[in-house]
C-alpha cells in the first residue's frame, strides 16, 4: 500500500504545478491556517457519544454558522460511559431540531452507530481486522469520497472511542488518503504521550489503527467546560430554541475537565485555539494493552500531532460571541 503522506506528496505537487501552468488555482488557499494541518476550511464529522455532557454538538453548530468549519455529518455511538445508544441519538435529534428551529443552517442529521469495540486479531495484524462494517463508517467513507480534496481532507473529530474511524480503515484502506483525524483523548506519559485515558480506554484496538494508518491530532488541552455557560449567565442566553436547550444542559454538564471534549472541534475551528503542538509516532514496539491505547513518542516528522495546550479563556469568548450574535441565526 502507498503511504498516506505520499500519495499527498504527490497530488499536492501536481495541484501546484497546475496551479502555477494555468492559474486557476490560488496556491496560497491551500496552506492552513495556524499549526495544524487542517482548520476552519475543512468539512467537519462528529463523532461522539451523549450529547448533554459537554458543548462539542453547540460548539460545532456555532462555529459552522460564523466562520467556522462546515459540519457535515453527526456520528452518535454508544460507549462505557453512555452505552444506551437510542437515548444518545435522542439527545442529539434533540439539540438538532432546536439548533434548526433557532435558525442555524445547514445542521446534518444525527447518525447512529452500532457495535462494539473491534477486536485485535490472533496475528496481530492490523489489516486482518475483522470490521464491524458499522454505519458511521460507512458515512465517513461516503462523505470522505465526495468532499475530500487533497489539499483539504475530511476531518473526523471525535470525543469517543476511535471505533468507526478504524473500521471505515478496515473496509476501505484509502480512506486515510482522504481523512484526518482530530481527537480529545489520551494525554501525557513518561514516553511523551498516550493515547490513553480519557476515551482512549474505549476501544485500545481501534487507538492503534488509527495512531499508525492516518494523519492523527490529539488535542489535551482540556479545562474547566464549567465556565463556558455558568449557571450565572444562563439567563444571557439567546430567546430562541437553542438557548432554551442549553440553558436546561447547563445542570447536567460534567464538572471534570477531562470531558472536555469540544476542544477537538475548537482546535479545527479556531486556529489560534492550540498554543504548542509537537510531532510524535506511534511506538509500535509497545505490547499491546486491551485497557489503553500505544504510547507516542515524539518524532519530528511523525504522523501525529499533539496539542498539549489550549487558549481555553477563547473558547467562552467566541461561544458568546456567536450566540449573542443576531446574524448566527439568520436575524
Same mark, same amino acid.
Given at each position: 500500500? $502507498?503511504?498516506?503522506?505520499?500519495?499527498?506528496?504527490?497530488?499536492?505537487?501536481?495541484?501546484?504545478?497546475?496551479?502555477?501552468?494555468?492559474?486557476?488555482?490560488?496556491?496560497?488557499?491551500?496552506?492552513?491556517?495556524?499549526?495544524?494541518?487542517?482548520?476552519?476550511?475543512? %468539512?467537519?464529522? &462528529?463523532?461522539?457519544?451523549?450529547?448533554?455532557?459537554? !458543548?462539542?454538538?453547540? =460548539?460545532?453548530?456555532?462555529?459552522?454558522?460564523?466562520?467556522?468549519?462546515?459540519?457535515?455529518?453527526?456520528?452518535?455511538?454508544?460507549?462505557? =460511559?453512555?452505552?444506551?445508544?437510542?437515548?444518545?441519538?435522542?439527545?442529539?435529534?434533540?439539540?438538532?431540531?432546536?439548533? $434548526?428551529?433557532?435558525? *442555524?443552517?445547514?445542521?446534518?442529521?444525527?447518525?447512529?452507530?452500532?457495535?462494539?469495540? *473491534? @477486536?485485535?486479531?490472533?496475528?496481530?495484524?492490523?489489516?486482518?481486522?475483522?470490521?464491524?462494517?458499522?454505519?458511521?463508517?460507512?458515512?465517513? *467513507?461516503?462523505?470522505?469520497? $465526495?468532499?475530500?480534496?487533497?489539499?483539504?481532507?475530511?476531518?473526523?473529530?471525535?470525543?469517543?472511542?476511535?471505533?468507526?474511524?478504524? +473500521?471505515?480503515?478496515?473496509?476501505?484502506?484509502?480512506?486515510?488518503?482522504?481523512?484526518?483525524?482530530?481527537?480529545? *483523548?489520551?494525554?501525557?506519559?513518561?514516553?511523551?504521550?498516550?493515547?490513553? !485515558?480519557?476515551?482512549?480506554?474505549?476501544?485500545? !484496538?481501534? +487507538?492503534?489503527? @488509527?495512531?499508525?494508518? #492516518?494523519? /492523527?491530532?490529539?488535542?489535551?488541552?482540556? /479545562? +474547566?467546560?464549567?465556565?463556558?455557560?455558568?449557571?450565572?449567565?444562563?439567563?444571557?442566553?439567546?430567546?430562541? %430554541?437553542?438557548?432554551?436547550?442549553?440553558?436546561?444542559?447547563?445542570?447536567?454538564?460534567?464538572?471534570?475537565?477531562?470531558?472536555?471534549?469540544?476542544?477537538?472541534?475548537?482546535? &479545527?475551528?479556531?486556529?489560534? #485555539?492550540?498554543?504548542?503542538?509537537?510531532?510524535? @509516532?506511534? +511506538?509500535?514496539?509497545?505490547?499491546?494493552?486491551?485497557?489503553?491505547?500505544?504510547?507516542?513518542?515524539?518524532?519530528?516528522?511523525?504522523?501525529?500531532?499533539?496539542?498539549?495546550?489550549?487558549?481555553?479563556?477563547?473558547?467562552?469568548?467566541?461561544? !458568546?460571541?456567536?450566540?449573542?450574535?443576531?446574524?448566527? #441565526?439568520?436575524?
Amino acid at each position: 500500500m $502507498r503511504p498516506w503522506w505520499l500519495s499527498a506528496t504527490v497530488a499536492a505537487a501536481a495541484l501546484l504545478i497546475a496551479a502555477c501552468e494555468g492559474g486557476n488555482i490560488d496556491a496560497g488557499r491551500d496552506f492552513p491556517n495556524g499549526v495544524l494541518p487542517v482548520d476552519e476550511r475543512n %468539512p467537519v464529522i &462528529v463523532a461522539n457519544d451523549s450529547v448533554i455532557d459537554n !458543548w462539542t454538538g453547540e =460548539y460545532a453548530m456555532l462555529l459552522a454558522a460564523s466562520g467556522g468549519p462546515p459540519l457535515v455529518g453527526i456520528v452518535v455511538n454508544p460507549s462505557l =460511559y453512555w452505552p444506551d445508544l437510542a437515548t444518545n441519538v435522542t439527545g442529539w435529534d434533540q439539540l438538532i431540531e432546536a439548533a $434548526r428551529a433557532s435558525g *442555524l443552517r445547514n445542521v446534518p442529521d444525527a447518525t447512529a452507530s452500532a457495535g462494539g469495540p *473491534l @477486536v485485535r486479531p490472533a496475528d496481530g495484524k492490523i489489516e486482518s481486522t475483522t470490521p464491524n462494517m458499522s454505519v458511521g463508517a460507512k458515512l465517513i *467513507l461516503d462523505l470522505s469520497a $465526495r468532499l475530500s480534496l487533497p489539499w483539504r481532507p475530511l476531518v473526523v473529530v471525535t470525543g469517543s472511542r476511535l471505533t468507526e474511524v478504524a +473500521d471505515a480503515y478496515i473496509m476501505d484502506r484509502s480512506v486515510a488518503d482522504r481523512v484526518v483525524v482530530v481527537s480529545a *483523548l489520551g494525554g501525557p506519559a513518561d514516553s511523551g504521550s498516550v493515547m490513553g !485515558w480519557p476515551n482512549g480506554e474505549l476501544d485500545a !484496538w481501534a +487507538d492503534w489503527i @488509527v495512531g499508525q494508518r #492516518f494523519r /492523527y491530532i490529539q488535542v489535551n488541552g482540556y /479545562y +474547566d467546560q464549567l465556565g463556558d455557560v455558568p449557571p450565572a449567565r444562563a439567563a444571557d442566553l439567546p430567546a430562541n %430554541p437553542l438557548g432554551a436547550w442549553m440553558t436546561a444542559k447547563v445542570p447536567k454538564v460534567l464538572q471534570v475537565p477531562m470531558s472536555s471534549d469540544q476542544i477537538g472541534v475548537l482546535a &479545527v475551528g479556531i486556529p489560534t #485555539f492550540v498554543t504548542a503542538v509537537s510531532r510524535a @509516532v506511534v +511506538d509500535a514496539s509497545a505490547a499491546f494493552d486491551p485497557a489503553t491505547g500505544p504510547p507516542l513518542l515524539a518524532q519530528a516528522d511523525g504522523s501525529a500531532w499533539v496539542v498539549p495546550s489550549c487558549d481555553t479563556a477563547m473558547a467562552a469568548d467566541r461561544l !458568546w460571541t456567536t450566540l449573542l450574535d443576531p446574524r448566527t #441565526f439568520n436575524q
